[in-house]
């Protein structure tokens, strides 16, 4: 399968603060997901990119889909507890004109009242 | 809006038992599903790709024998484990294709499979 090389693989911060982690991939992407999961359920989907330097937003989320379609990026301001979780960006290669997505390797965020 | 449901959430048996899971759209048609495998602290693993009406596509590494796919109907995928032993237990989820833009792909809220 397809390598994505998500970074940092945990961040421990101050409620408030912002916060950022990326993906990248060694090939080009169709589409890059952020997702969110809690511990025992499914992936929540947060932000879809479609279009390369696309910046989308929701609510305190912003990602963007990176220029050269291999990267993207997701972060999260003035974070609150119940951003805790585990964050994971999924990619759909270029050769697949369906929605098949593999993951990258998430990022535990905590954050401190 | 549109909703997979994946059943059982939780089975715990003996080795050598084969078990099966279930993943349903509710409110859609999905000629492609995925399933993916998730261990404790990882990544969502993706196993193979279900395709209606015809055999299943497994990524490299996953044994097609071993993990039985089964998409009979527009809204049905099944996955059976066959023979299980500990090291299958994982957490197992399914996803459906939306085939939209706003959720490409919507997942059911998993399987934990423990092997005893």
């Known amino acids: 399968g397809q390598q994505l090389n998500q970074s940092p693989q945990s961040m421990f911060i101050q409620e408030g603060e912002d916060v950022s982690m990326n993906c990248t991939s060694s090939?080009?992407?169709?589409?890059w997901l952020w997702y969110k999961q809690d511990p025992g359920e499914g992936p929540v989907l947060l932000i879809a990119?479609?279009?390369?330097?696309e910046l989308t937003s929701n609510g305190r989320l912003t990602a963007q889909f990176g220029i050269t379609r291999k990267d993207s990026f997701l972060n999260i301001s003035a974070s609150i507890p119940s951003d805790v979780g585990i964050y994971f960006c999924?990619?759909?290669?270029?050769?697949?004109?369906?929605?098949?997505?593999?993951f990258g390797s998430g990022t535990k965020l905590n954050v401190k009242p | 809006g549109a909703v997979v449901s994946q059943h059982p959430s939780w089975v715990i048996c003996k080795s050598g038992t084969s078990v099966k899971i279930e993943c349903r759209s509710l409110?859609?048609?999905?000629?492609?599903m995925f399933w993916y495998r998730q261990f404790p602290k990882q990544s969502l693993m993706l196993m193979a790709t279900?395709?209606?009406?015809?055999?299943?596509?497994?990524e490299q590494g996953v044994e097609k024998d071993k993990f039985l796919i089964n998409h009979a109907s527009l809204t049905l995928s099944t996955l059976t484990v066959t023979s299980a032993h500990p090291e299958d237990s994982s957490f197992y989820i399914c996803?459906?294709?939306?085939?939209?833009?706003?959720?490409?792909?919507?997942f059911g809220d998993g399987t934990r499979l423990s092997i005893l």
């Open positions: 990119l479609y279009k390369a330097g």
């Open positions: 279900s395709n209606e009406g015809s055999k299943a596509t497994y």
């Open positions: 999924a990619g759909q290669p270029l050769q697949y004109n369906f929605n098949k997505f593999y």
């Open positions: 090939s080009i992407f169709n589409t």
């Open positions: 996803s459906a294709d939306a085939g939209t833009e706003l959720q490409p792909q919507h």
């Open positions: 409110d859609f048609q999905a000629t492609t």
